[in-house]
């Protein structure tokens, strides 16, 4: 059955943000996707903004009310806290180094929390937040929002059947060249934080971009644990450095296939190489973010087939999360909205201690960030001892 925007659990749940703000590149994507379902999430509180009167004056904007809109996030947790209907969960879109001090403070808040990505600077960092979650029994969910592209699940879908054989070739690309000068860094501020080490933590466009992409590669493909990795990073344009704005990552994994990372933000002229390519023994599958509603899936001997989004020969979990329609273009929004109703059903089953539905659900959740930070640290290991094999620990 087709999403339709029908309720998935009783009431919407009471929702805010702390940054994503009128600056902000990636706060309305938050809010388009979790207000998509306008039975998942209701916003009522936000501290949207380092400048507090700038973030009071959005939030007004929105439609909240003006004592609801806080002038930092340690106010808005303790007032909410008095409140009968107070919040019950918390997006995080503020810069990487503020994740994990808001993120555990919100727990602290007794908050279900949905993070930026990467989520933190180190795993230690990591699971120190994950055990805080279990004891606390709450969700944290990382905004992957790519992976919300269904036609990935359809891939899971065929690589867990055979259709492809054994995998024997991961083949991951996520560039751009909207930072081949550094023009961007002078011109934005949300750019200008991306290259600073104290803010985004110990990498760039692996940390930005990449992490997107491994998570999406661990969704279609659960199974592949990487045994090693090396990594070549480089900072072409010199005030960069140390952080990377180009990166190729080379991966073995424990089963025999072997990967490549292509992750740059200096791919000049290219306005969206976001690629994943699955070989195995019998078959390939292909998906690019372009076309994001397409896999194309080709059989050795066999003529190229294109598999569309909505069509009833895809699998079923594929399917259930259909939107539009056959022939009617869905994409980052989309996807965006497909995480965060996923995220209101886990917060509403840890809720109501419905274990059963939290194992089934396939989402990005804590693990999927502390994952995603774990390859971070191996790579920017691996480059630092001078681009060197490391065992993926």
Known sequence: ???????????P??????????????????????????????????????????GKDFGINLGLDEERCYANYQTMFAEEAKRGDGIEVVSIATPNGTHFEICKAALNADLHVIC???????SEEGREIKALAE??????????GFSGNHMLL??????????????????????????????????????????????????????????????????????????????????????RAPLEDNAHVLMHYENGAVGTMWT??????????????????????????????????????????????????????CNADERLGVLHLEGLSDAWANIYLKFAIAIDAKN?????????????????????IRWIENCVRSAENGSVWVDFV
């Open 1 to 11: 059955m087709m999403l339709n925007g029908e309720k998935k659990m009783q009431r």
């Open 13 to 54: 749940l009471r929702w805010a943000m702390v940054g994503g703000g009128r600056l902000s590149q990636v706060g309305y994507k938050h809010r388009t996707g979790a207000l998509r379902d306008n039975t998942a999430f209701q916003l009522i509180a936000g501290a949207f903004d380092i400048d507090s009167e700038r």
């Open 116 to 122: 930026e990505k990467p989520l933190f600077f180190t």
């Open 135 to 144: 004891k606390k029994e709450k969700i944290v969910g990382v905004t992957y």
């Open 154 to 239: 359809q891939m899971r879908a065929m690589v867990e059947k055979g259709d492809l054989g054994d995998i024997r070739v991961v083949d991951l690309q996520y560039t751009h060249g909207f930072c081949a000068i550094d023009e961007g860094e002078k011109a934005s501020d949300s750019q200008k934080w991306r290259v600073d080490p104290a803010i985004a933590g110990p990498s760039f466009v692996l940390g930005d971009l990449s992490t997107h992409t491994y998570y999406m590669s661990q969704l279609i493909m659960p199974h592949m644990k990487i045994k090693e990795l090396l990594c070549d990073r480089q900072s072409f344009v010199g005030s």
């Open 264 to 317: 740059s933000s200096i791919n000049s002229g290219c306005m969206d190489g976001h690629r994943i390519r699955i070989v195995g023994s019998k078959a390939s599958i292909e998906w690019w973010d372009s076309n994001p509603d397409e896999i194309t899936y080709e059989v050795q001997g066999k003529p190229i087939q294109t598999l569309v989004r909505g069509m009833p020969y895809l699998d079923e979990q």
């Open 352 to 372: 109501r201690g419905n274990e059963e539905t939290l194992q089934n659900l396939i989402y990005p959740d804590i693990d999927a960030g502390l994952e995603g």
